[in-house]
């Protein structure tokens, strides 16, 4: 079978790998000359320990899943790369956990491969997930172990190690939900509508699932005061359920429902009016709210098309650079060149996620590829959209990118299920 | 479901798109507007935290520079000499900005123009900056007589060389310490500069070129440099002797101070200062001849000062509504009535008659060197005006050389050395008035033009120009030409 699978994706993979680990490493010496004006001393040590982690995975990726993709991986790669150098330039001390981090995520992306053999072996265990979903998500409510950072209920505390479960929720959901989907797709679809049954009540069944869906969507955004997942929970789930059925009347009553809610909170809790009204208007809460926002513009603005140049910027300025806002610093030093960089290699994961799901072979792999793609393309397209003033901004990292532990393995473990699936669908065609 | 996915394609496509024109707009488009907004500080520490180059006056005397700080904007900038060189090398401050030399030269200062520094490879990477020193015309040895002489009394003195329009001196009192605004801890900045602008001495206003006041019989000058250039006739027309001059159109008389009476040809009538005469004389001119007189000194434009925010303009009054022999039109003969003037435009009229008829630009800049101590930029003198003939401009000399051997100038004489001078008096409220001298030495080769005003003098009569600015004026005429 392997000798089938033609390795041209592996060695696509290798090439672009060693792509990826030459603008990451000129990026990182560049940076530390701009900033000290001298070579970092720790050069040897990082390109070890990101042509390593690399190699493994890709090492991996041969022997786990020698069809799959070739292009996800170093795409991955590099934004994790720059994501790293500007965290390394902006706070040492998290550089050095982000590293630990990626190792962590890079084992998670190769026990995920290792452990999940046949996407199909997820579709089993549809319940267990939608449970431990529910369970992770609502996790930060746990009086004892939930956290509160910077006003947003969704962290947890065991022991010495913190980590936001909700960035696991959304590929827990996301699998629950393609296989929930595909078991009901034919009851949720509108050819199933009969004739007669146009009453309320009639209509409740098939739009009960949405209105669940909505209502735990609130639950996250009054309890946790997290709008970025909440909306990016509604945002998969309707997505997915249209996906499945194609009925354009879910993404209308989806639009309707966030509509509602939006409206809803923004009337009744501070806190969404506030991100609201510091989006409409930033200008006049300079020095309060809206500092944050007004800081990422103005480094994007001065770093303009071409950048200020890495290490030479002064993105330290902007709150939270190293985790949500770190659009913002590539953007300040790397300029509009950076930024679009940047965009494109989301795009890039967006379009093969979406071809892996166009060409996996059962529903179940293609609508949870389709989930796993759309958890990505709309966070980071929620947190860009964000930090550039197209939309309020949400508390959601930018993956692989931003400084997070909990977020990087999520999102490892996401890009090996996308591989997984890439990698039987070839497999089954070949 | 292929088609959905499809769609699906499309419509991330459609809000990364969105996202890329957002992102266009911001680095694009309002990228300059964003960088340079007020409220992004930004461009402004990076400025600020540049290293900077000194401000030293003509003899060698650094009166700003930067020594290194450990915070974030890593430099101060300091003024060893204190409130003495306020009105000349003004001050740097991260909250306020920056004035006179500091913000006229600043791209020199933290060598922003001074181009590539690629000399040697290890420059591409080196943090060594360019910076420019700016070498000032003031001499320290004549800024400090000045200072002293003044004193604490309220005004100022300017000294100038005629021949090359730079700066000797510029003083002013009551003036102001610019360190505390170049300070690091922004509060304290805020607190200094709100306790300046609260007080009523105005000490932050460099009043010798953006103060005007009546500049008395100073502007005599510009009355005999009227008649001399458009009715040679009056210049040799003797007036009769009066103690006032009875004013057409009116009840009021103009009379001479202490109620004396003089009288005769025009070296007569400025060695005494005669009131009644110029008076007369001004109405004999006619409003079209003496504003525009003053206009060819300067008045009505702002003289270039390489002093940012640079002078103000000296003012004639708005004669639009005068007859044709206005008692208006007679006082501010004798630079009473509406006339205003800096301190700097009136010691442009005595340069301009000191240096043949010919005004030249002031400025305080004399040459700025990198710090290679290679000139990269010299002050290459430029005439602005040409208010007087050189020939007028000697006939003026010989009587202001008259004024300080016989006249009301005498304690502007020095041993030795032929001065030239005209003393002004400028009632403000009763009894008190501006004190003013203009003059000029050594009168045939002149090195030193100077103007002096000490406001609000008690006394009146042009005694008390001769009395009280003389002096000053003197001493620093003395220094300039002391020390070479």
Redesign the interface.
Known sequence: MIGIAPSSPRRTELGLIVLAVLVTTGAYVLAS?GKT?SLPANVGPFLIVIVGLLAVAHIALRRLAPAADGVLLPVAGLLNGIGYVFIARLNKDLAGLQAMWTAVGVAAFIATLAIVRRPRDLERYRYTFALIGVGLLLMPLAPGIGRTVNGARLWVRVGPMTFQPGELAKIVLAIFFASYLVEKRALLSRKNLPEGARSMLARARYFGPILLAWGASLVVLVAEKDLGSSLLFFGLFV?ML???T?WVLYLAAGAGLFGVGAAMSFAAFAHVKERIDVWIDPWSR?STQGFQI?QA?????????AGTGLGL??PQ?IPAAETDLIFAAI?EEL??LG??AI?VA??TT??VG?RI??RARS?FE??LA?GLT?VI?LQA?LI??GV???LPLTGVTLPFVSYGGSSLVANYILLALLLRISDSSAKATA | MTRQIKILAIALMVLYSAVFLKLNQIQVVQAHDLAHDPRNSRVATRDFARPRGVIQTADGIVVAQSTPTDDQLKRLRQYPAGPLYAPVTGYFSFTFGAAGIERDYTDYLSGRNLGSSVKHLSDVFSDKERTGNVTLTIRDAVQRVAAQQLGNRRGAVVAIDPTTGGLIALVNFPTFDPNPLAGHDQKAVRDAWNALEADPAKPRLPRAYREIYAPGSTFKLVTASAALERKPELATKSYPFLRQLDLPHTNNDLPNFGGSSCGGVMPQLLKVSCNTGFAQMGLDLGTDALLGEAEDYGFGSRPPLDLAPGSVASRFPDSSGWLRDDPALAQSAIGQNDVAATPLQMALIAAAIANHGVLMKPHAMGEIRDDEGDVIRRYLPTSWRKPITADVADQLTQMMIGVVQGGTATGLALPGIKVAGKTGTAQTTGKNAHAWIVGFAPADAPKIAVAVIVESQPGLGDVTGGRIAAPIARAVIQAALNAP
């Open positions: 000359l004006a997505t249209w996906v499945a194609g300079q007004l513009l103005f480094g994007m603005g001065t770093g303009g098309l910027g002064d300025r953007g300029g509009l930024t679009v965009l989301f795009l967006v379009g979406l799901a166009v529903e293609q609508l389709v759309t393309g397209f860009i959209g550039t003033r197209l």
